[in-house]
């Protein structure tokens, strides 16, 4: 279940707010007149977050090459990679 806190739980706690955001790596909703207004998380959260998107990223361009037969066999690939180091 989600955190939700008002801006003014914010501005009145903020520290018992960052030490919920490190302590339990989740992001707390921020409600503004009450409704939603804001996602609060520590950097280390937000960073995680941001390296599984790109990892997604990743994913879906080796998938995307897979659906376009963007492909080659593996032994080409590591005859590859092996004589682009010895160069």
Not at 8 to 29: D, K, M, Q
Not at 40 to 46: G, K, L, N, P, Q
Not at 47 to 63: C, D, H, R, S, T
Request: charged share 25%.
């Amino acid at each position: 279940m989600p955190t939700i806190k008002s801006s003014a739980e914010l501005r009145n706690n903020y520290n018992e707010i960052s030490r919920f955001c490190h302590n339990y790596s989740e992001p707390v909703f921020i409600t503004k007149n009450g409704k939603g207004d804001l996602a609060v998380m520590s950097i280390e959260a937000y960073e995680e977050m941001n390296n599984l998107f790109e990892l997604y990223g990743l994913i879906k361009e080796g998938m995307d090459d897979i659906a376009n037969s963007n492909t080659r066999r593996f032994s080409e690939a590591i005859s590859s990679i092996r004589s682009s180091r010895n160069r």
